[in-house]
């Protein structure tokens, strides 16, 4: 009992400290998406050791029951007052006892929300606020803001309307029909709620502006023009004639806060298109940026852009680690952001000063008709990468002679070797760092006790191609390469097993049926019940092999008010033998530790195994991995993340892998840590996908008793 007092009362004095904004951080909690406030997913609990660590096993299961072929689990659980919150597959939230996963309850969103569970996402965690004897859950499930009773999983229907706020609304913009997620948990600070979205990535995507509402009431509190408005700083930097028409400039990944100055650090994504950018010329502010906001007015403080006029898809992947650093003999309080191409950015964060010099190096320059590109991108000095800053001859996978042939093949008439080359009108570039990082959405940890820090990334290349806008000389094809083409490529390939091919998908679905699926979505694909019916139409037409007549021509010609590119993505593309092998040498997955006093890497080791390439007598390769790391004072780093099916116990100090244990499915988010009843607890969230099995389960780990 004493224990679980000690506990709700470190809880409560982490609460009384958010509001009052002083600077103590509860480091046994994790009560906050990335675990403390600061967002280092540190813990200073110590039972664990790295003498014992090899003793762990499994405590408790919680089983959601509502896995299906293609979804996943990406969600951190959060532990409050003795209750472990989480997100099923389905997106039900619940609460379970966290010493032994028996649930108290679960709330179905769609309940609420009525009809059918159509897709709505993955939800990557959940957010905690409370003020005495009230005390919510807020989170996200598509495109509503909804808050729940933290104690016992009923809507506050005082909240909103009826439990519920329509993100799609409250923009400032004529529309309110986008396809909207709340993906990532918002981020609290005294009674506000300051979360962002993940969008469309064409040209019918919203502005990714940045919200806060009212916790008590669901009211919109204050906005931040991610995208400037006429008469706002950072204008000057779009094309005025269609600047209203572009969308993205969005914060899917999370923001963090520093509670004690009132500071909410916001990462953003690219601007829409993506991949051809000739209806925004110039910088593009503020998409590609770490803004620094007033957390209660949302004025903005600073801000840093990582890649000018973005055409390769360089959104910031995670929330930004808050950490104090010693420097020149000086402390700094400091702000870092891991990026996608594998490197991070430091600064001061009152004044958004580098912490160490970043240089505008001269990058290749675009030739795609319409395009207009930067001519520099900014590089940092320090830290040290974090992974191979470039793909060119000497990385093409050699393990074995057939491999690099069918690799080389691929490659013919491709452009390599330049980190930074933009779209080609003609040749297909090999993006590397891949769409997915480098750094992903797991994010990095930070041990405040050395200052070290912790990141994991993918070194997975891809092959990027781009093809001429088809105007309506099919109509069918035209819309759907708007809408479908980027992820089940123009030849309606797809990428299996992750992204399912379309060709022959008239032998499985009727009209209605493939209808009923555009709309409503399944596993990781969105629901398009935003698009017009007009464009729904042509689409199914053409997936059912149908020619369009002249009135669906003329519809949609008469609706071509919106803007689309003038060269479209022909699909994500791994850069893949055959056999599924990466076509990059290995290491795919690495782990590394960088000591923030000097910017230098500590170490760096290989992130994961393949089973069968071991067997052959290759070394460990790693594997891609999504999800991030956690850090503890009992001298371990722990991470799941890997296609592998496992999860894994480092030495912080050297790398050396301590523990490993074998999951139900994919561990592919990032772990816990928490205390209860004088026991130190690890969850992971095993939900597979990303071309694994599908799973079900949280699974806690404890040393035996």
């Known amino acids: 009992m004493k224990a679980f007092l000690k506990v709700a009362f470190g809880f409560l004095l982490l609460f009384s400290s958010c509001q009052s904004k002083t600077s103590e951080i509860e480091y046994s909690d994790w009560s906050h998406?990335?675990?403390?406030?600061?967002?280092?997913?540190?813990?200073?609990?110590?039972?664990?050791?790295?003498?014992?660590?090899?003793?762990?096993?499994?405590?408790?299961?919680?089983?959601?029951?509502?896995?299906?072929?293609?979804?996943?689990?990406?969600?951190?659980?959060?532990?409050?007052?003795?209750?472990l919150y989480g997100s099923t597959p389905a997106l039900n939230v619940f609460a379970v006892n966290a010493s032994t996963g028996k649930e108290v309850w679960r709330f179905d969103p769609f309940e609420v929300l009525g009809g059918e569970n159509s897709w709505a996402g993955t939800n990557r965690g959940v957010s905690y606020w409370e003020d005495g004897n009230d005390k919510r859950i807020l989170f996200g499930a598509g495109n509503w803001l909804m808050a729940v009773d933290a104690i016992t999983g009923e809507p506050i229907l005082s909240f909103g309307e009826q439990g519920k706020v329509d993100l799609r609304k409250g923009l400032d913009t004529e529309r309110d029909d986008f396809l909207i997620v709340a993906n990532a948990p918002g981020v609290v600070y005294g009674d506000l709620l300051i979360i962002g979205m993940r969008l469309s990535e064409g040209l019918d995507a919203a502005p990714g502006h940045i919200r806060a509402y009212n916790i008590r009431t669901g009211k919109r509190e204050w906005i931040f023009h991610t995208i400037p408005q006429e008469g706002e700083t950072g204008y000057e930097t779009w094309d005025a004639e269609n600047i209203k028409q572009i969308g993205g400039a969005n914060n899917w990944a999370g923001m963090t806060v520093d509670q004690e100055r009132g500071i909410v650090f916001v990462p953003t994504g690219s601007a829409t298109y993506d991949f051809w950018g000739g209806y925004r010329k110039g910088d593009n502010l503020y998409a590609n940026s770490l803004i620094a906001l007033d957390a209660q007015t949302g004025k903005r403080i600073w801000h840093f852009q990582a890649v000018h006029h973005d055409v390769w898809d360089r959104d910031f992947p995670a929330n930004p680690n808050l950490i104090r650093i010693q420097k020149d003999g000086?402390?700094?309080?400091?702000?870092?952001?891991?990026?996608?191409?594998?490197?991070?950015?430091?600064?001061?964060?009152?004044?958004?000063?580098?912490?160490?010099?970043?240089?505008?190096?001269?990058?290749?320059?675009?030739?795609?008709?319409?395009?207009?590109?930067?001519?520099?991108?900014?590089?940092?000095?320090?830290?040290?990468?974090?992974?191979?800053?470039?793909?060119?001859?000497n990385s093409i996978l050699n393990l074995r002679p057939d491999w690099e042939a069918d690799i080389r093949s691929q490659l013919e008439g491709a452009i390599y070797g330049d980190t930074w080359a933009p779209p080609h009108p003609e040749k297909p570039i090999v993006l590397f760092p891949g769409m997915d990082g480098g750094g992903e959405w797991g994010g990095a940890a930070f041990d405040p006790s050395t200052q070290t820090f912790y990141v994991n990334a993918n070194q997975i290349p891809w092959l990027i191609g781009m093809t001429p806008n088809a105007d309506f000389e099919n109509v069918g094809k035209s819309a759907y390469t708007n809408y479908c083409g980027n992820c089940h490529g123009l030849e309606r390939r797809g990428n299996p097993p992750a992204i399912p091919s379309l060709l022959g998908i008239k032998e499985k679905y009727s009209y209605d049926s493939l209808d009923l699926l555009l709309r409503k979505g399944r596993g990781a694909m969105p629901a398009f019940d935003y698009i017009s019916t007009e464009n729904r139409k042509v689409i199914l037409?053409?997936?059912?092999?149908?020619?369009?007549?002249?009135?669906?021509?003329?519809?949609?010609?008469?609706?071509?008010?919106?803007?689309?590119?003038?060269?479209?993505?022909?699909?994500?593309?791994?850069?893949?033998?055959?056999?599924?092998?990466?076509?990059?040498?290995p290491p795919w997955g690495l782990l590394t530790a960088i000591d923030m006093n000097t910017g230098k890497k500590k170490w760096q080791v290989t992130l994961g195994e393949i089973d069968s390439l071991s067997a052959q007598g290759f070394d460990p390769t790693g594997t891609e991995n999504y999800g991030g790391p956690v850090v503890t004072a009992g001298g371990i780093l722990f991470i799941a993340a890997t296609k592998d099916e496992k999860i894994r116990a480092f030495d912080k100090e050297t790398g050396e892998i301590l523990w490993e244990a074998k999951l139900p499915a994919a561990g592919h988010a990032t772990p816990a840590v928490y205390e209860m009843d004088g026991k130190q607890f690890l969850v992971i969230a095993c939900g597979g996908g990303k071309g694994t099995k599908s799973g079900d389960a949280y699974v806690a780990f404890s040393l035996p008793n």
């Open 33 to 83: 998406y990335g675990g403390p406030s600061d967002g280092s997913r540190y813990s200073s609990l110590a039972q664990i050791t790295k003498d014992n660590v090899s003793q762990l096993e499994v405590a408790w299961s919680y089983h959601t029951g509502d896995a299906t072929e293609r979804s996943q689990i990406q969600c951190q659980p959060i532990v409050v007052n003795g209750l």
């Open 330 to 393: 000086k402390w700094i309080d400091a702000v870092a952001q891991i990026s996608k191409q594998g490197m991070t950015y430091v600064f001061d964060r009152e004044t958004g000063e580098p912490v160490w010099p970043i240089v505008e190096i001269p990058v290749t320059q675009s030739i795609m008709p319409g395009e207009f590109s930067s001519a520099t991108q900014p590089i940092p000095t320090f830290p040290e990468p974090f992974m191979n800053m470039g793909f060119d001859e």
């Open 541 to 585: 037409e053409y997936l059912l092999d149908k020619a369009p007549d002249e009135g669906d021509k003329q519809e949609m010609e008469g609706a071509a008010s919106q803007l689309y590119p003038r060269y479209y993505m022909d699909g994500y593309k791994k850069l893949v033998t055959k056999d599924g092998l990466y076509g990059s040498n």
